[in-house]
């Protein structure tokens, strides 16, 4: 038997307890690395939601002085009426009409009040209000509002008209909301988001008084996702593309799938995924925040991560699109195959094809519904349907 010296032995098990030790660290370190992604990941999703009147800048259109100040204005006037204004300015519309951009992400804030969009790049300004509010906005004083916004911001002196729109909120919206004060009673409002069927709690039924159930919900079934996907591939099939194509219930919950032939076995996961993300998350999947040219990666790639490890199913790839009837999202439909932007193309293809089924004469009564039009919202009934987007 051969031996070794005393020395030699400590030598020898030296490197074992340092290979333990850099291992332990190793583990440490990925754990530290988890919960902070999962941090993170919280922190983003905090971002897309306001309970207080901001003014999110993603565009760069403001100074800091000038955000402050209104910032300040808009403060005092939720304290004063209870109302919270949230002005929020993007790049561009990457091909969204600002009409659905701006329902997109005032449903996305969760505000309870007012939300202005600004686009920079299309020269789009949209002001939207919650249920509880709509009322308020009338036609003539969004006019009032808009136009004062618009005297700086024709000149490009947009911290001009930052500073006098933020002050005809002030002016045009404040006095009528205090005279409204404890009279506004709350309404039950649809799964989905701010849909024309809200209603006052006397008229909602036996129950729904104090907001315990929901009423008058539009479902998906399995032949609208099977029309949906009929839709979808022959968009594609006319641009000559092979796709992954799925078709999820508001859940996230599968209904239907097809890939074409030749497409990517790869991509049938993404499409999966997207189409989870548009109908958890009541919006079209991509980069966070929404509307950014330059996404930041790491934000980005936690929030993924997170999912992932909490089981659930995210993506910030474009080609999902929830699908949305009656102002309720029903449903998401996700693409792969192609860029994000063709895979977003052949999902709104496909939901547009259910839209124009729910809109043909049904043979058998022969009542006739009215034409569904993809960009439709409650948001645009009424007064504000009859005018054009508004540009500056």
Do not use: C
Not at 273 to 298: E, N
Not at 319 to 327: A, F
């Amino acid at each position: 038997m051969t031996t070794f010296p005393q020395s030699e032995k400590r030598i020898r098990r030296f490197p074992i307890r340092s290979a333990a030790l850099v291992l332990l660290a190793i583990l440490l370190d990925l754990g530290a690395t988890q919960v902070q992604a999962q941090a993170t990941a919280e922190r983003a999703l905090r971002l897309g939601q306001a309970s207080s009147s901001d003014i999110r800048d993603t565009a760069g259109l403001f100074s800091v002085t000038a955000i402050a100040a209104a910032r300040q204005e808009l403060e005092q006037f939720q304290r004063q009426t209870g109302a919270a204004v949230l002005i929020e300015t993007i790049d561009t519309l990457a091909g969204e009409s600002a009409a659905m951009a701006a329902v997109r992400l005032a449903r996305r804030s969760a505000i309870e009040g007012f939300f202005i969009l600004i686009v920079r790049k299309e020269h789009k300004w949209e002001m939207l209000a919650s249920p509880a509010y709509r009322e308020v906005l009338t036609e003539a004083r969004r006019q009032a509002i808009q136009q004062a916004f618009f005297e700086g911001f024709r000149r490009q002196d947009f911290n001009e008209g930052l500073r006098r729109g933020v002050a005809a909120i002030g002016e045009v919206l404040a006095t009528a909301l205090r005279g409204r004060g404890a009279d506004r009673s709350p309404v039950v409002e649809p799964r989905g988001g701010s849909g024309s069927a809200a209603v006052p709690p006397a008229a909602a039924g036996p129950g729904a008084a104090s907001g315990l159930i929901v009423r008058n919900q539009v479902r998906l079934t399995l032949a609208g996702a099977r029309a949906i996907l009929a839709g979808a591939e022959a968009k594609a099939r006319a641009m000559g593309w092979k796709m992954n194509i799925a078709v999820v219930d508001d859940g996230g919950h599968l209904l239907s799938f097809e890939r074409m032939d030749g497409a990517r076995p790869a991509s049938g996961y993404t499409a999966i995924t997207k189409a989870t993300t548009a109908a958890t998350f009541r919006q079209p999947s991509g980069p966070v925040p929404a509307g950014t040219t330059s996404p930041d990666p790491l934000l980005n790639l936690s929030l993924q991560n997170a999912a992932l490890a909490s089981g659930g199913k995210l993506t910030t790839l474009y080609g999902g699109v929830p699908v949305v009837v009656d102002g309720q999202v029903i449903g998401g439909v996700g693409v792969g195959g192609g860029s994000g932007e063709q895979d977003a193309q052949v999902a709104r293809a496909g939901i547009q094809a259910l839209l124009d089924q729910i809109a043909t004469p049904r043979a058998d009564s022969g009542e006739k519904s009215p034409p569904v039009d993809a960009s439709r919202t409650p948001e645009r009934d009424g007064a504000a349907r009859k005018r054009e987007e508004s540009s500056f």
